[in-house]
């Protein structure tokens, strides 16, 4: 009896090394999983005054997560707000002459200028009378040459003044010329462009951030001198994020963009992050030093992006990481609208 069950012993012995040796040397094309290894990348941003002005406030620190359209610094404005007060004005000048001249005339200034015009013409009449009594006293030599000439003189200094008031009675009834009426809106254009100008060096003032991230380095002070070309921080972006792997020549035919995948870090060895290929690329290269993998691969490598859905911003930039590619029926590419929403991209 002892015997028998030694011999089934030995023989349960033998079967198991026979499964581990076949586990161990079966071919690798019936293997039902990829594994990749990689690092964890993402993107960062340098974020610089779009101007040159002393910096007044510096409003994050290092590792503070911030928001987009959130205020990361400020310039000092000192300079800039006279100017946008000095053009708001001008502006609101300008505007108030184009008004002007669209409205025309006021009826009370066309009726001053009739007024005008009948003063002149009774100031005519009454010229024209004198100059004819002159005429009359000088036949009878009661009046001389010269009192005949002062008051013809005088009547024909009345008949101008009428022509004149005549003339400006016809403009203010034809209102502002069309010239006039396009020169001043034009140089309202001008004055609006300037306050426009104006307006947005103030707004670029304040530094915003573009996206949402974590201040990863703080460059600048305040008192420093900002400018384009000087960074005040780097900004990692924290959506998306991925891993920047290598799959062989080899196991190229197998994998493909939209296609589900798992990856671990060191961090977390007991937790898997789900992600998705976005990208593969279409040049080969060779194995880089970074990877490091258990078994020898082939030296003619394809660079693959797998995109990792990390909510609680736990990946950092540089972790190593393994990722997993499925290949079991369930693994099949997501669907058009699912790759789409979950940015299948291309390289930057």
């Known amino acids: 009896m002892k015997r028998r069950i030694g011999i089934i012993v030995v023989l349960l012995v033998i079967g198991g090394a026979a499964a581990l040796a076949y586990w161990f040397t079966r ?49 000092d404005t000192s300079r800039l707000q006279p100017q ?24 009370e200034e066309i009726a001053q200028a009739r007024a005008n015009l009948a003063s002149a013409k009774a100031d005519a009449e009454n010229a024209r009378l004198l100059y004819n009594r002159e005429k009359t006293l000088f036949a009878k030599a009661s009046a001389t ?4 000439d002062n008051s013809k003189a005088a009547m024909d200094v009345a008949d101008a003044k009428v022509d004149v008031n005549q003339k400006a009675l016809e403009l203010a009834v034809a209102g502002p010329r069309i010239e006039d009426v396009a020169q001043a809106e034009a140089q309202l254009r001008a ?18 951030a573009p996206v949402d991230g974590v201040i990863r380095s703080r460059l600048m002070e305040p008192g420093d001198m900002a400018s384009p070309q000087r960074p005040v921080f780097s900004l990692a972006v ?6 920047r792997a290598y799959v062989s020549e080899s196991d190229l035919g197998r994998v493909r963009p939209g296609m589900t995948a798992s990856v671990m870090v060191d961090a ?4 898997r992050f789900a992600g998705w290929i976005g990208f593969i690329s279409p040049i080969a290269e060779f194995t880089p030093k970074s990877v490091e993998t258990e078994e020898l691969r082939t030296s003619l490598v394809y660079e693959v992006r797998v995109f990792v859905k990390d909510p609680a911003d736990e990946l950092r930039l540089g972790m190593p990481a393994t990722v997993y590619l499925p290949l079991t029926p369930n693994a099949a ?9 979950s940015m299948v991209e291309r390289r930057p």
């Open 191 to 208: 004055n609006q462009a300037q306050l426009a100008l104006v307006q947005a060096q103030l707004a670029d003032a304040d530094l915003i």
């Open 268 to 271: 977390f060895p007991k937790r």
């Open 27 to 75: 071919p690798a094309n019936q293997s039902q999983q990829i594994v990749l290894y990689g690092n964890v990348d993402l993107r960062q941003v340098d974020l610089a005054f779009n101007g040159n002005e002393r910096i007044a406030a510096v409003l994050v620190q290092e590792g503070d997560a911030v928001h987009k359209g959130q205020v990361l610094a400020r310039m």
């Open 84 to 107: 946008f007060e000095q053009v708001l004005a001008q502006v609101a000048a300008q505007k108030a002459a184009v008004q002007r001249l669209h409205n025309g005339s006021r009826p």
């Open 145 to 148: 040459q010269q009192d005949v």
């Open 238 to 243: 924290t959506d998306p994020k991925w891993v």
């Open 333 to 341: 590419p997501q669907s058009n609208s699912m790759a789409a929403n």
